[in-house]
């Protein structure tokens, strides 16, 4: 896989989103019937921060953050028409990381990255979805992954590279 620039200031801040309006987006949830806001409201601050950012002139498209929306029978909030091109890739920022979900050692690096799916938390041996995002989501393969943040850089790539 390609890694074609480094974009972990982009992704640390949208953290950084995400983490500071989580008590209000929990108050909202309290009151929400259908269960979809949290991921809702996560895809939409991916495509309105992140995904504009990256892509000024609408000429790539981010896979969707975590679960994605739940609107239009698909996981974009806007233009949900839009296929994804493009992917966020981790790479250890040491030789090795602790995956702390399968409690082992992995080597990840440019040749062997792992796909971000979302931040996290680590609470009795299971992550969740919620504040304080210390830790990230990552898939490889069928496999998922859970390691801390601060072990972690973040590559903008080729959905198919």
Partial sequence: MR????????????RKILDKTWPEIEEFSRK????ALRSDWGQSCWERTVEKVLFQ?????LQPYGEGGNVYDGPRISKPEKKETHKI???????SVGDVLGKEKLEINEKNPLVFEQFVTMKDNFYYAEHPFDYCLLKNGDHERVIKVVELDFYLSLKDS
């Fill in 3 to 14: 890694l074609e620039k480094n974009v972990s200031e982009l992704i640390l801040s949208f």
């Fill in 32 to 35: 929400d019937d259908t269960g």
């Fill in 57 to 61: 002139n609408g000429e790539g498209v």
């Fill in 89 to 95: 890739l981790c790479v250890g920022k040491k030789s």
